[in-house]
């Protein structure tokens, strides 16, 4: 089998995970778990395939590329599908022992393969209307997964969760209908080519940015996201948080930087800079104020896309290696967010079970009850705040380095504010975890549960801290390459 | 030629207009019911703007799926409304304007992109051309199921795993409808009609190869029989009592797509890439099972899930 | 008569495809009840699908780009599908009693 197959089986081992664990019911939890784990493996092989053998391009069906559709794999992609899968497998580890019920473990399954097939899609399209079916895709997987929270509550989430992520998917195929007017072909890599800069372009830009900031909840679109992410299961609300907003994110440095570069003024970028920044002040100021954990956990992650957002401006001005070292800095602390905030939502998942609550003010005697949760919770927030040897401390330590040599000084007092109200919150949640209670039960918990928790928040402060280096170098192959 | 040309012009106008009272009705109407009733309407004189577009294939897919079954589903929420309900806007006044100004200047900018290419491109094939020269090669004649399940066959695999998201999603809601008011009158239609209807799905299937048609409106069509059983009274809508069966009839279509794509790159072929000598045989197999597993969902999905196993 | 039929087909129905969005979304937008936010949507959904359809047709004599059709199709299906989980959730929650 040659090496391009990878790409095509880290899509493909989800997608029939999820088909066997409709039939082999009896079988999910097994079938869920070690298909994560097999495309797991995939996508480490993907990744060592893309830094041998350079980006990765597959004509499916052997077609022309444009008449057939391509799947598309550099260094960037590559590194997403790593991101995502091993999150993926994390959650899928955690899930065996979260739902109790055997009928829980069948709904949740062939849903979840879904919702992983949809991403590692999604990562590797190469071709834009296949981007929006992927979209579908994820949306309707990622909210029916909400629904199963089952509550009143849930079910009204899992509602807006569907109807914001379909109206963002219209704006986005408007967009695509555009681009195919003017230019014939739906293949990204030929758009990006061909694009001019006049009014279809724009319009097509603003269509497309507009629906994706919908589906990243950027600030002020962010209004759907506390209430979904609080109310799904735990293992859902960590994949929701760590990679679904990411998708759309991930999406949106695609179109920035590659199909629409010669539109995307630094103007134009400071406008976005200054919705991330509103994202960070807002939702690091919600999260201080938060009652319970998963809304806490929830509101971080609006900040968290905002600090992404930032980016933006700074990379508009830089050039060159400095630039490369910027751009590989925000796609550091992406991933530092993921693996954070989904060891987050799973150790409140934890809480949430042997607690039977998650009120910030009643945790008092956490750390006598389930001291490794408390530990992964400390971890986690260590990357969140950005504090050394967190993959977010060096993201923001470039962000902050970048605004310094551009002179745009003025990010510099958004991320000072919005750290300090990040330790503040973490501060808060810590402070009321380590409240001492004379007598704790402390209750047992599944190693299957506290250990992919704390695989994911070492990996989000150590493992991406001391291993930052090799980031770069696997980034270096991202290809189409207008300016990265 | 002037006075065909004329009229062609008219038809377009009333056509145009209908459609877009229809839909401002829809969305604007104060009566939920009525709004809903207009929406089905609008589906169904939309199906005639595809045909007057030449889009034979989509005008059958919004008649049997947007207008048919999209308006069954909505009937489905309303059917035990008695009562009259009314939406009105909660807000004011000035936000309403606001917000229409905003996507009129929207759509003006999306007119005005596209108006400013579209004079130069309009008599351009874009890959319509590319489709055509490698039709010959694809296994099928007609070129719209060319490109869905050859050219663009990842998509159609994909949009087969959203329908199952979808379904696995109204399953997992744990809800099944309790009762239909059984009205003798489908219990009649349902004798003579489903077997049309299921005749129908096979020749539609089949013809998709060389002229409009197809899995999709061929599942439809087979979701159409099973809704109109359901209607008549029988609670499976003859779908398997086994439930296996059931969840085997789901996966079927893409399953098997996506065994036929991986058996070809194990194979040496590449992902989904058939043989030319082969290729329309692969397409059917994959269109048969595609079409069961379409026509199941969509009637599970007019059900509310899967039956329970119903208390004696 | 020779008036009307200088009325190009194709740029009227684009122009209807682009309103029907336009009010679509306007609905979407506002509408406080998620059945109406559905049935507006798809409208939404409809003006994309008459744009694509009305750039795909080249005149009465030549067939018009197979490409869009099928992307219409795939578009329909995706539509109908998640119109009918948003169904299923609002009438369970008209139906759940917990709160």
Same mark, same amino acid.
């Given at each position: 089998m040659n090496e391009a197959a990878s790409v095509v089986w880290v899509i493909s081992l989800p997608l029939l995970g999820a088909l066997l664990a409709t039939v082999w019911r009896q079988y999910a939890a097994t079938i869920g778990w070690v298909s994560s784990a097999l495309t797991a493996g995939c996508a480490v092989w993907l990744l060592w395939v893309v830094q041998r053998a350079g980006v990765q391009e597959l004509a499916l069906g052997g077609w022309e590329i444009g008449l057939g559709i391509s799947l598309y794999a550099d260094g960037l992609a590559a590194v997403m599908v790593l991101m995502s899968s091993l999150v993926v497998l994390g959650c899928s580890v955690y899930a065996r022992h979260y739902f109790r019920a055997q009928r829980q473990h069948e709904l949740f399954w062939p849903l979840?393969?879904?919702l992983a097939t949809a991403l590692n899609a999604l990562f590797l399209a190469g071709d834009l209307f296949n981007v929006y079916v992927t979209l579908e895709l994820l949306g309707i997987s990622a909210s029916a997964l909400t629904a199963l929270g089952a509550k009143r509550a849930a079910l009204r989430a899992a509602l807006r969760y569907l109807v914001v992520g379909l109206l963002g998917s219209m704006l986005y195929l408007m967009a695509i209908t555009l681009l195919y007017a003017a230019y014939g072909t739906l293949n990204a890599v030929q758009i990006a080519e061909a694009l001019q800069v006049d009014p279809l372009g724009w319009a097509a830009l603003l269509l497309m940015l507009a629906?994706?900031?919908?589906?990243?909840?950027?600030? =002020?679109? /962010?209004?759907?996201?506390? =209430?979904? /992410?609080?109310?799904? =299961?735990a293992p859902v609300s960590a994949a929701l948080s760590a990679l679904v907003v990411k998708a759309a994110f991930y999406l949106v440095v695609r179109l920035w930087f590659e199909v629409f570069a010669p539109l995307t003024t630094p103007l134009l970028a400071n406008a976005l800079g200054a919705l991330g920044a509103m994202a960070v002040l807002w939702g690091s100021w919600s999260a201080l104020r938060a009652e319970r954990l998963k809304?806490?956990?929830?509101?971080?992650?609006?900040?968290?896309?905002?600090?992404?957002?930032?980016?933006? =401006?700074l990379l508009a001005v830089l050039e060159g290696e400095a630039r490369q070292w910027l751009f590989g800095a925000m796609v550091l602390f992406a991933l530092s967010h993921a693996f954070a905030k989904s060891a987050l939502f799973l150790a409140a998942g934890i809480l949430l079970q042997y607690a039977g609550h998650d009120r910030i003010r009643e945790l008092s005697g956490t750390t006598q009850a389930l001291p490794l949760t408390t530990f992964v919770i400390a971890l986690a927030g260590i990357a969140l705040v950005g504090l050394p040897p967190s993959g977010a401390f060096l993201g923001?330590?470039?962000?902050?380095?970048?605004?310094?040599?551009?002179?745009?000084?003025?990010?510099?007092?958004?991320l000072v504010a919005g750290s300090l109200l990040a330790t503040a919150y973490v501060f808060r949640l810590l402070g009321h975890a380590f409240g001492h209670l004379p007598a704790v039960k402390r209750p047992v918990v599944a190693a299957t549960q506290e250990i992919p928790a704390l695989a994911l928040a070492l990996l989000a402060t150590f493992g991406l801290g001391l291993g930052a280096m090799s980031l770069w170098s696997w980034l270096a192959h991202t290809g189409t390459g207008a300016g990265l | 030629m002037n006075l065909l040309d004329g009229l062609w012009g008219v038809l377009d106008l009333l056509l145009v207009a209908v459609l877009l009272l229809l839909a401002m009705a829809a969305v604007l109407s104060s009566d939920r019911r009525r709004s809903m009733m207009l929406f089905i309407v609008f589906g169904l004189v939309l199906a005639l703007v595809w045909a007057r577009l030449h889009a034979p294939d989509i005008a059958l897919a919004e008649a049997a799926i947007g207008a048919g079954l999209g308006g069954a589903l909505l009937m489905a929420t309303l059917r035990r409304?008695?009562?009259q309900q009314t939406d009105q806007f909660p807000q004011h006044p000035v936000v309403l304007w606001g917000v229409g100004v905003l996507v009129m200047v929207l759509g003006t900018a999306i007119a005005w992109g596209l108006f400013s290419v579209l004079p130069t491109v309009e008599q351009t094939w874009r890959k319509g051309a590319a489709v055509d020269a490698q039709l010959a090669f694809s296994g099928v004649s007609h070129p719209v199921t060319a490109v869905l399940l050859n050219f663009r066959a990842w998509d159609t695999l994909l949009e087969l795993a959203v329908l199952l998201a979808a379904i696995f999603g109204i399953r997992a809601l744990g809800y099944v409808r309790s009762a239909y008011v059984t009205e003798v009158a489908f219990s009649q239609l349902a004798v003579w009609l489903v077997p049309l209807l299921i005749l129908m799905a096979g020749y539609v299937l089949w013809a998709g190869a060389h002229s409009p048609g197809g899995?999709?409106?061929?599942?439809?069509?087979?979701?159409?029989?099973?809704?109109?059983?359901?209607l008549a009274g029988y609670s499976h809508a003859g779908l398997p009592t086994t439930r296996w069966l059931v969840r085997l009839g789901l996966v079927a279509g893409t399953g098997v797509f996506l065994l036929v794509g991986l058996g070809l790159l194990g194979w040496g072929q590449g992902f989904l890439h058939y043989p030319i000598a082969y290729a329309k045989w692969w397409i059917l197999l994959i269109e048969m099972l595609a079409t069961v597993s379409i026509g199941m969902t969509l009637t599970l999905a007019f059900m509310g899930g899967i039956p329970q196993k119903e208390a004696a | 008569m020779v008036g009307l039929s200088a009325i190009n087909p194709q740029f009227l129905y684009v122009c209807a495809g682009i309103f029907l969005f336009a009010i679509g979304l306007w609905g979407t937008w506002l509408h406080a009840h998620y059945v109406r936010k559905i049935i507006s949507l798809n409208v939404m959904g409809a003006g994309v699908f008459l744009t694509l359809i009305a750039v795909a047709y080249r005149g009465e004599h030549l067939p018009p780009d197979p490409v869009p059709h099928a992307l219409v199709l795939t578009g329909i299906v995706v539509a109908v599908s998640a119109t009918a989980l948003a169904l299923v959730i609002i009438r369970r929650l008209e139906d759940a009693t917990d709160e």
């Open positions: 979840w393969l879904l629906g994706l900031a919908l589906k990243m909840a950027l600030f =002020p679109l /962010h209004f759907w996201l506390p =209430p979904a /992410h609080s109310n799904a =299961p809304l806490l956990a929830a509101y971080s992650s609006v900040a968290q896309l905002g600090y992404l957002v930032m980016f933006f =401006p923001k330590w470039y962000l902050l380095d970048a605004a310094f040599k551009t002179g745009q000084w003025w990010w510099v007092l958004v | 409304d008695t009562h899995a999709f409106q061929a599942g439809a069509l087979l979701a159409g029989a099973g809704i109109l059983l359901r | -």
